[in-house]
């Protein structure tokens, strides 16, 4: 009897081994480097990510992986701006020359227990003369290597920090590209090749650890009527995933709730610059319910047919007075947009006309573009 028991319990350990150790060879970690902007694609790579922010009186004091916490900056003279580059919380003649609107400047930025130089990039986007609206742009990025997928991680709100995972009500991520699909927001779940990956990233960003999901998962396909080409991003309504596709693609992803990040329609030749129509803007108002995604296969339609919508509210002392108000084009999938007609007749709006019989009661027009 001792014999059959001590042999169960090494059959017991043996499997917990077998299973810890098939677990750990699951399990990923993929080396991280820190690519730092030096040629133009780099920069132009890079700028397509950050974040603006609003400052007075010509002077920044933004939050920052500076040693300090903090990026400051001024606008002086003419499209010139000074940066607080040894980060000594002055903006003085210690900083250096003002550099041009766009030039990028060294600050030190910190990783882990490192202090590294990395360029950054004021950028000016607007200023009504109290007012000046600048957008900070890192020109560095991280970037690695799984099962032969690239992977890059921008700074993509512009506070100099990397690998800031998407979580509810929390501000702004950064975002990650795979491969060559489009830039996505880095959340806690990746989808790569059809497979979902729960991830973690190093403190000192030097690594990025993938670990295969093995909950339900779920399948997405997007369509669209002949003619029209569709792109969206969907997020998890707990911002857990986040996805881009468009239509006649298929995705892997998590079940749940989701909300339209963002959407575009556009009708025309494909590959066409100038569609003949072209709508966008839809995303989460009171008339686009969430999205519900369930385990295993799912197909969504976005786009044509429309429905035209809008409020009538009638005047209580004239019956022939009416307003019109509320008015939003809606497609097939409840989502609203705002909408650009291009070389049409009336090429920034739609026209609603209100009749009772032959008599135009009302005219409303909803302007876009």
């Not at 750990?24 to 694609?41: E, G, M, N, R, V």
Request: hydrophobic share 35%.
């Amino acid at each position: 009897m001792r014999k059959l028991l001590l042999w169960c319990c090494v059959v017991m350990m043996a499997a917990g081994t077998a299973t810890a150790a098939a677990e750990q060879a699951q399990t990923t970690t993929c080396p991280l480097t820190l690519i730092i902007c030096t040629t133009k694609d780099q920069r132009e790579t890079a700028s397509s990510f950050g974040t603006g922010t609003m400052i007075q009186n010509m002077q920044g004091e933004v939050p920052y992986a500076s040693p300090s916490g903090k990026l400051r900056f001024k606008i002086v003279g003419e499209k010139k701006v000074l940066v607080d580059r040894n980060d000594d919380g002055k903006l003085d003649a210690a900083d250096g020359e003002p550099v041009t609107f766009g030039d990028p400047v060294q600050v030190s930025v910190v990783l882990g227990d490192k202090h590294v130089q990395i360029p950054v990039v004021i950028e000016p986007m607007g200023d009504n003369g109290k007012w000046f609206y600048a957008r900070v742009v890192t020109l560095a990025w991280l970037e690695g290597e799984f099962e032969k997928t690239k992977l890059q991680i921008f700074d993509s709100n512009g506070n100099g920090r990397f690998g800031e995972i998407a979580k509810k009500n929390e501000g702004l991520s950064d975002m990650i590209q795979i491969g060559q699909r489009p830039a996505q927001t880095l959340a806690e779940y990746l989808a790569i090749d059809g497979k979902l990956y729960k991830l973690k990233l190093a403190d000192d960003c030097t690594s990025l650890t993938l670990k295969p999901y093995t909950g339900q998962t779920a399948t997405l396909k997007l369509g669209a009527a002949e003619g029209w080409t569709i792109n969206t991003t969907l997020n998890h309504k707990d911002d857990s995933f986040n996805t881009s596709l468009n239509a006649g693609e298929t995705c892997t992803l998590l079940p749940g709730n989701y909300e339209i990040e963002n959407l575009n329609a556009a009708r025309g030749e494909k590959g066409s610059e100038n569609p003949s129509v072209s709508l966008s803007g839809a995303g989460n108002t009171e008339k686009t319910k969430p999205i519900r995604i369930n385990a295993g296969e799912n197909t969504l339609t976005f786009g044509p047919p429309f429905k035209l919508e809008f409020a009538v509210t009638r005047s209580t002392e004239d019956a022939g007075d009416v307003e019109i108000g509320g008015v939003s084009l809606v497609g097939t999938g409840g989502e609203e947009y705002q909408a650009c007609n291009n070389c049409q007749e009336r090429s920034s709006s739609l026209t609603v006309w209100l009749r009772s019989g032959s008599k135009e009661q009302k005219v409303s027009t909803l302007s876009y573009g």
